[in-house]
């Protein structure tokens, strides 16, 4: 088990950017990856970004070219660089670590993103 800490997440402008951080508590390298999903109101939590274990990066269709995740890995650390932020990116951020099977067996508690005028 590790603990992930979310943060960086606020109210933005449309077209704006933030940085969202994931400090976890251990080696993030000893997961398979580390995932960024988001959770908008009366919506199902959906996958953002993941960045596997050997650097390989998946991002979803309605993120790409506006998204960016990576990580440090002495910091254990994992990153999501959000451009061009739009209303519909307005959503809590979580990190997650997931594991060889491939489940999700850690997460951060959220963190709110609002991209609003």
């Known amino acids: 088990q590790v603990q992930l800490v979310e943060s960086g997440g606020g109210l933005v402008q449309p077209g704006g950017s933030l940085r969202l951080s994931c400090a976890a508590s251990g080696i993030i390298l000893r997961f398979n990856a580390m995932g960024w999903y988001r959770q908008a109101p009366g919506k199902q939590r959906e996958l953002v970004a993941v960045?596997?274990?050997?650097?390989?990066?998946n991002y979803a269709d309605f993120v790409k070219g506006r998204f960016t995740i990576s990580r440090d890995n002495a910091k254990s650390t994992v990153y999501l660089q959000m451009n061009s932020l739009k209303p519909e990116d307005t959503a809590v951020y979580y990190c997650?670590?997931?594991?060889?099977?491939?489940?999700?067996?850690?997460w951060g508690q959220g963190i709110q993103v609002t991209v609003a005028s």
């Open positions: 960045i596997f274990r050997g650097g390989m990066t």
């Open positions: 997650g670590a997931r594991n060889g099977l491939g489940e999700y067996g850690s």
